[in-house]
T-cell receptor, first 119, second 114 residues
Framework: AQKITQTQPGMFVQEKEAVTLDCTYDTSDPSYGLFWYKQPSSGEMIFLIYQGSYDQQNATEGRYSLNFQKARKSANLVISASQLGDSAMYFCAMREGLLLNQGAQKLVFGQGTRLTINP | DAGITQSPRHKVTETGTPVTLRCHQTENHRYMYWYRQDPGHGLRLIHYSYGVKDTDKGEVSDGYSVSRSKTEDFLLTLESATSSQTSVYFC?????????????FGPGTRLTVL
């Protein structure tokens, strides 16, 4: 069964510093996708970034990048030049199966990391 | 904005009463999901739907049922609410036309069972 682990319940970072949020996963399927979502205090879930298991390069989306180490089964989120608005809960999630697989593509989530950016 | 609304947004009910939560989408997505969010557990899948009248169980389906009679509506029912079902409930759709088949979430429903 697939599993996602986020070992940092909370993190505190100074504004403008880079921050790395850890995520490790476990799956026996060679085809999978990894997602990061942000949940600010207002409660909505915001999709940030995606990494496919066969992607050759680490995903990047603006200030977000994903440090994908397949052999270690880790998919850490890196936020560069943190801002006060980055304070939120962050969730790592995994989907088994290829992108084009039209099955359920259920997501399994980690427990989340609460990030606080200090001014 | 994936055009997802949830109703009600907040609800307080008593143990043993039936409760129905509604998820409505406007963009004709085939796949819809219900999750619950609890501290220390992240989000966990309750049920999902892959078309009208086509549903299946997720990880934590006990005590919940779902129905989808129209593409745009996915209903989650607690037949007899218990205090352990106090949670925040999120509906999601899967954007099959998106780059990553990512899921987009509704605003959530906070349910309190007294």
């Amino acid at each position: 069964a697939q599993k996602i682990t986020q070992t940092q319940p909370g993190m505190f970072v100074q504004e403008k510093e880079a921050v790395t949020l850890d995520c490790t996963y476990d799956t026996s399927d060679p085809s999978y996708g990894l997602f990061w979502y942000k949940q600010p205090s207002s409660g909505e879930m915001i999709f940030l970034i995606y990494q496919g298991s066969y992607d050759q390069q680490n995903a990047t989306e603006g200030r977000y990048s994903l440090n994908f180490q397949k052999a270690r089964k880790s998919a850490n989120l890196v936020i560069s030049a943190s801002q006060l608005g980055d304070s939120a809960m962050y969730f790592c999630a995994m989907r088994e199966g290829l992108l084009l697989n039209q099955g359920a593509q259920k997501l399994v989530f980690g427990q989340g990391t609460r990030l606080t950016i200090n001014p | 904005d994936a055009g997802i609304t949830q109703s009600p947004r907040h609800k307080v009910t008593e143990t043993g009463t039936p409760v129905t939560l509604r998820c409505h989408q406007t963009e004709n997505h085939r796949y819809m999901y219900w999750y619950r969010q609890d501290p220390g557990h992240g989000l966990r899948l309750i049920h999902y739907s892959y078309g009208v009248k086509d549903t299946d169980k997720g990880e934590v389906s006990d005590g919940y049922s779902v129905s989808r009679s129209k593409t745009e509506d996915f209903l989650l029912t607690l037949e007899s609410a218990t205090s352990s079902q106090t949670s925040v409930y999120f509906c999601a759709i899967r954007d099959s036309g998106g780059s990553y088949n990512e899921q987009f979430f509704g605003p959530g429903t906070r349910l309190t069972v007294l």
